[in-house]
């Protein structure tokens, strides 16, 4: 048992503590809990003096961590001093931590990253120091002016939600060949009264076209040509922030169908200026691409409408498609149609009868849209079998006593089971 004696020299009575408490390392990320660990040992000890509990608090503190509470250790209170130092010395490193990581933080740039991919980042560099609310607002303020305007309005979504919508945004990826890349300046090109120097940026991606008259060749790309894909993409997402529909306007719906996809985007009429309200696209399943091509155009307008019920109940609207014989579908006789066009002509009809033709080059967006052959949504069960293999974490976790309900299984195309 630790004991306290008392000497004196001349007139003054000091207190002198003879006591063996081995204290704990310092530890400022989590200055409560070491607090915790100290007073135990003080309890064990039994230390009761306040200037002792003060004198063992300064005398484990490294220089840096001192110079936090240096007021204290100097001049300390009358009373209450081992309460004042611990109280004081929490609440500076906690809010020296925070302001130390959040510096870091916001010095963090998007970069080449996609949004899901910084978020990740700034959630390791953060730890639990950072809140939540916190982390969102950094993140945010680091994305494009037009991705930051979309997700300033996703209240309600929780960060996970968000970051996918941001994430959308750079689905699109480097077109490699010619006749993709013109399909997408094509695109950029249907925008581009709205886009400021667009002929600045895009000069590298249309010297890969000018003048090529084999719309197989490859695109050659450099980090010149990378950056100005960038920059257009940015771009696009600007120009294209949608409007705010307006009951007054005209509106349309343009419908494309390619060989594996469907597209549409529906577009209200202001000042002679078509704007984007939303647009849709769809993967078309093995059966529907086999579908011919009157009756992919049919599913196309038949999605479209479907999807945009919400928007287009009650409204008169258009159907603008650049497949011409599907402008006659209303007009041919009922018992010519089969049953699946019935069904897909029927529906359409409660909504409108209005279908037009427009020239492909002038639905360049409907046709971008449906050409979505470089966003995969299948599985690759191969990738993830040797991914699942190689991961160390997931190895520590089958070896160790997780709480984790882990379960072999074979992938489908493997007997291997993972």
Not at 180 to 186: F, V
Request: charged share 25%; proline share 4%.
């Amino acid at each position: 048992m630790a004991q306290e004696r008392k000497t004196t020299q001349g007139d003054r009575t000091k207190e002198v503590a003879a006591i063996g408490v081995k204290v704990p390392p310092f530890w400022p990320e989590q200055p409560t809990l070491w607090f915790a660990q100290l007073e135990a040992r003080f309890a064990v000890a039994g230390v009761t003096q306040d200037a002792t509990k003060l004198e063992y608090v300064v005398g484990n503190l490294e220089g840096r961590y001192a110079l936090e509470v240096t007021d204290i250790i100097t001049t300390p209170p009358a009373t209450g001093k081992y309460e004042k130092i611990k109280s004081e010395l929490i609440a500076r490193l906690s809010k020296s931590e925070e302001t130390k990581v959040r510096q870091v933080l916001e010095q963090e740039e998007l970069g080449d990253r996609t949004p899901g991919q910084f978020l990740r980042h700034l959630r390791n560099l953060g730890g639990v120091a950072i809140p939540e609310g916190l982390i969102r607002t950094i993140w945010i303020s680091r994305l494009p002016d037009a991705i930051r305007t979309i997700m300033a309005t996703q209240t309600k979504a929780t960060l996970e939600e968000t970051s996918a919508l941001a994430d959308r945004i750079f689905e699109l990826t480097p077109q490699r060949g010619v006749k993709q890349l013109r399909r997408y300046l094509g695109m950029i090109n249907f925008y581009r009264r709205f886009i400021p120097n667009v002929a600045t940026f895009l000069a590298p991606l249309e010297e890969q076209i000018g003048g090529t008259g084999n719309s197989s060749q490859q695109v050659v790309w450099s980090p010149r040509t990378e950056e100005a894909f960038r920059k257009s993409k940015e771009a696009l997402v600007n120009a294209t922030i949608l409007a705010h529909p307006s009951l007054q306007a005209r509106i349309a719906l343009m419908v494309d169908a390619s060989d594996f996809a469907v597209g549409a985007a529906l577009q209200q009429e202001v000042k002679g200026q078509w704007q984007p309200l939303a647009f849709f696209s769809k993967k078309l399943n093995t059966a529907q691409r086999r579908y011919s091509t009157y009756d992919r155009e049919l599913l196309a307008a038949y999605l479209s409408v479907k999807h945009f019920k919400f928007m287009l109940e009650g409204r008169n609207f258009t159907i603008f498609t650049d497949h011409k014989p599907l402008t006659y579908a209303f007009t041919q006789k009922l018992e010519k149609c089969s049953p699946m066009q019935s069904r897909f002509l029927s529906y359409l009809s409660q909504f409108t009868t209005d279908i037009q033709h427009i020239s492909g080059k002038d639905n360049i967006i409907a046709d971008a849209l449906s050409r979505v052959e470089e966003i995969s949504t299948s599985i690759d069960f191969k990738q993830l079998q040797e991914d699942q293999r190689t991961d160390i974490e997931l190895q520590e976790y089958r070896k160790g006593n997780s709480n984790l309900l882990l379960r072999k299984l074979y992938l489908p195309e493997s007997q291997t089971e993972h």
